[in-house]
T-cell receptor, first 114, second 113 residues
């Protein structure tokens, strides 16, 4: 079945450091890919998405490119801030048997220190 | 603010009891999803409704049930509670269109003692 694998955390960085959170997926169809972010005490929020191969999703300085050849959707940011501290979830959406299924990775906790 | 409202925010109850979690979706959204988030299992999909009908089922236990009402709000019923049911329960909503993003509520934290 469909699955999403994220790099295990936690990840700790200093402010202005470069961030990469790896995400790979397995899917039977042609999924859409998402990154969600969860700030402390809150629900998940959509950060960015890409719906087809080679699409780049971007938002708030974060970017991820849909790489079909490597089945990856790695999240990157050139210069992180303390306010980026949160848990990041990679997810895929695939249509199976006529219904859409959304599958999440286990999440990667990011802590950014001043 | 996602527009998705979940009540209550916190719930503490004893083993063997039954509780009901409530969710009001974002205005205009027809689809409601329930997820369980625990430290060891991550985010687990439980069930999805679309316009009052069950659309997809995930890892939902037989002790759990849900429904979506004509006004589109949803309830998740958890019965014969066990210690292992302690978790954050999230509701999310979407338009139900393919690839539409989910909008999550802030969750209900359930503690079973």
């Amino acid at each position: 079945g469909d699955s999403v694998t994220q790099m295990e955390g936690p990840v700790t960085l200093s402010e202005e450091a470069f961030l990469t959170i790896n995400c790979t997926y397995t899917a039977t169809g042609y999924p859409s890919l998402f990154w969600y972010v969860q700030y402390p005490g809150e629900g998940l929020q959509l950060l960015l998405k890409a719906t087809k191969a080679d699409d780049k999703g971007s938002n708030k300085g974060f970017e991820a490119t849909y790489r079909k050849e490597t089945t990856s959707f790695h999240l990157e940011k050139g210069s992180v801030q303390v306010s980026d501290s949160a848990v990041y979830f990679c997810a895929l959406s695939d249509v199976q048997g006529g219904s859409e299924k959304l599958v999440f990775g286990k999440g990667t906790k990011l802590t950014v220190n001043p | 603010d996602s527009g998705v409202t979940q009540t209550p925010k916190h719930l503490i109850t004893a083993t063997g009891q039954r509780v009901t979690l409530r969710c009001s979706p974002r205005s205009g959204d027809l689809s409601v999803y329930w997820y369980q988030q625990s430290l060891d299992q991550g985010l687990q999909f439980l069930i999805q409704y679309y316009n009052g009908e069950e659309r997809a089922k995930g890892n939902i236990l037989e002790r759990f049930s849900a429904q979506q009402f004509p006004d589109l709000h949803s309830e998740l019923n958890l019965s014969s509670l066990e210690l292992g049911d302690s978790a954050l329960y999230f509701c999310a909503s979407s338009t139900g269109q393919a690839n539409s993003p989910l909008h999550f509520g802030n969750g209900t934290r359930l503690t079973v003692t």
